[in-house]
């Protein structure tokens, strides 16, 4: 076979599976549709089972997604286990543990001595949620959330932990959440990402887990469905500002001849991966207008941002990207993912969890608020989670002031506000030790199947052809939509 031959083999290739792998992304196809349709700017091929998304009336538009890196202990939060007072500093009893896995870093430990929350518990709103005196904003809003107490995991450390929940698989490389719902759902606004990314400043511990950009990434999806990162200082987001001496005319100018060179290349190789190229240049310029506005809260009332407390002043606080995010809501950003890390708490839980609870409390508090008063919780899945919750039993030295928990995948809590969730109700139980899920369990897919489902997508039919399979965020085991949270 000659260079010629070889080279039309490849393009035929390249362009047949990526054009049907992936649903016929092309710039011109894009165009069109944008001219005609903004919200289908990303159709698929006639007769594609994906073209008929959304497959149900969504009640969600989009997602704003509060992320507690580092695992927050229910069990000082949102899990009241008031007999552990009677059992603390008593041994775990081994018919609770059953011989389950336990991390190395309280697996060779004398003992699994019982550490009782120190913290005040209350019920609050009619619907009588337990919620720890930490929470005193959350509290408020009871019965404004749903709250799960019976999530579970495989994963028992940081990295899978997260990957998991954030691209529905352990292992790195599959697309994020956001990068899934960009892609199935288009965008809204053609002037902003469809999925963008807040990760916040924090004030408890000095160390936190590291967050990878793979997190956000689109994985095997093609790389314009990837969130967009935003920062607090500088540019909003990377490269934004052109250079010195160079005016957005000259810019233009610069980018309408690398499309064309763009546009050549795509002719020789047929790699369809530089059209995603191209729009993200183009995006990136029609962000120099839009970010700048987004990002500017003068036209904030002061009211409003009171609600959020007095953080919200400062960029980069959980407060300011809670603003941030209800900002994005209302210009039709898709999925905004809130990253607050800090929540590991090994020991010195009393040092540190008061202040990461102080970071989010107000602010959660006053996005479901803002979002209510605006109209715009009616369609917006607010949703509060960690990777996985902490253990009963104190990891460390155990005194009656202080602790430290260890990672503990077995059962742990989150919530969700607006969109067609079921406000006001608590879901799922744990046993007395707050160890193992007794009352309908709730599996990281269940809870994946649910967010699609709000969005009205069939989380089975949601697919995407790669290395000869058809991958889903759900993955290949079986999971449920849990419709007891949610409004008939």
Avoid at 124 to 144: C, F, N, R, V, Y
Wanted: aromatic share 10%; charged share 20%.
């Amino acid at each position: 076979m000659n260079n010629h031959t070889q080279q039309q083999a490849y393009i035929k290739y390249e362009t047949r599976r990526q054009f049907f792998g992936k649903l016929g992304l092309g710039l011109g196809t894009a165009a069109l549709a944008d001219l005609t349709n903004p919200m289908q700017a990303f159709s698929q091929p006639a007769g594609d089972p994906m073209a008929q998304l959304p497959h149900f009336a969504p009640k969600a538009k989009r997602v704003i997604y509060l992320f507690m890196a580092g695992a927050p202990s229910q069990l000082d939060m949102y899990d009241h286990k008031p007999e552990m007072k009677n059992w603390h500093n008593k041994d775990l009893p081994e018919t609770i543990r059953n011989g389950q896995r336990i991390t190395g870093m309280t697996s060779n430990q004398d003992r699994l001595p019982i550490a009782h929350s120190i913290y005040d518990f209350k019920q609050h709103g009619q619907s009588g949620a337990w919620i720890s005196e930490l929470l005193p904003h959350t509290a408020k809003m009871a019965d404004d959330l749903t709250f799960i107490k019976s999530l579970h995991t495989e994963a028992i450390n940081h990295d899978p932990g997260i990957t998991y929940f954030q691209t529905g698989n352990q292992q790195p490389g599959r697309p994020s959440m956001g990068s899934w719902l960009s892609y199935g759902l288009g965008s809204a606004n053609k002037n902003l990402p469809t999925f963008v990314v807040l990760t916040s400043s924090w004030t408890g511990r000095k160390e936190a887990q590291a967050l990878y950009h793979r997190l956000w990434g689109s994985g095997f999806l093609p790389s314009e469905y990837q969130g967009a990162a935003f920062q607090s200082k500088g540019d909003p987001v990377l490269y934004l500002s052109n250079p010195s001496g160079i005016s957005s005319d000259v810019r233009r100018i610069m980018l309408d001849g690398l499309e064309k060179m763009n546009q050549h290349t795509y002719q020789q190789v047929g790699d369809p991966e530089i059209h995603a190229r191209i729009a993200q240049y183009e995006m990136a310029f029609r962000m120099q207008t839009s970010v700048p506005e987004l990002t500017d809260l003068a036209s904030e009332s002061d009211e409003t941002k009171k609600l959020y407390g007095p953080d919200v002043h400062k960029p980069g606080t959980f407060a300011y990207n809670c603003l941030m995010a209800r900002r994005l809501a209302e210009r039709g950003v898709r999925f905004t993912q809130i990253f607050h890390r800090g929540w590991d708490q090994h020991g010195n839980l009393t040092g540190d969890l008061p202040n990461q609870c102080r970071d989010i409390d107000q602010a959660s508090y006053g996005l479901i608020q803002d979002l209510k008063q605006r109209g715009l919780l009616d369609d917006t899945l607010v949703v509060w989670s960690g990777e996985f919750g902490r253990t009963t039993y104190c990891q460390g030295a155990l005194t009656a002031t202080n602790y430290g928990r260890d990672h503990h995948p077995r059962c742990f809590t989150a919530w969700m506000a607006g969109a067609g969730s079921q406000p006001g109700i608590t879901y799922g139980a744990t046993d007395e030790f707050g160890y193992n899920v007794t009352e309908n369990p709730v599996h990281v897919r269940d809870f994946h199947a649910t967010l699609l489902h709000q969005l009205g997508i069939n989380h089975e039919k949601f697919t995407f052809k790669h290395q000869g399979l058809d991958q889903r965020l759900t993955g290949v085991e079986e999971a449920h939509v849990i419709h007891d949270i949610l409004k008939s």
